[in-house]
Nanobody, 119 residues
Framework: QVQLVESGGGLVQAGGSLSLSCAAS????????MAWYRQAPGKQRELVAT???????NYADSVKGRFTISRDNAKNTVYLQMNSLKPEDTAVYYC?????????????WGQGTQVTVSS
């Protein structure tokens, strides 16, 4: 299984931007589809965005037009650029990986990174 380590969380004011990174190791990154999930206090973990092997992407309706997921296979890294942040985006953000043919969520999780958006 691939190992995942997130970075880049922090505190930002509403309307600001943050960029998250997730570094993968231990397996061939190209064979994994990648995703970002988030979990707010008292809520279930929810899927934010996915990116497939071919670079195709999908987004939750709540973040469409504000968040962008991307990947750099040469660096074994997936990114989440978050713009126009809202207080409701406050959550712990998790990186997730799944192998081809499996369903979301995949079997590999990072430790999570806190994103806090103040109003």
């Amino acid at each position: 299984q691939v190992q995942l380590v997130e970075s880049g969380g922090g505190l930002v004011q509403a309307g600001g931007s943050l960029s998250l990174s997730c570094a993968a190791s231990g397996s061939d990154f190209r064979f994994y589809a990648m995703a970002w999930y988030r979990q707010a206090p008292g809520k279930q973990r929810e899927l934010v965005a996915t990116i497939n092997w071919d670079g195709s992407t999908n987004y939750a309706d709540s973040v469409k037009g504000r968040f962008t997921i991307s990947r750099d296979n040469a660096k074994n890294t997936v990114y989440l650029q978050m713009n126009s942040l809202k207080p409701e985006d406050t959550a712990v953000y998790y990186c997730n990986a799944k192998i081809r043919g499996s369903s979301w969520p995949g079997g590999s999780w990072g430790q999570g990174t806190q994103v806090t958006v103040s109003s």
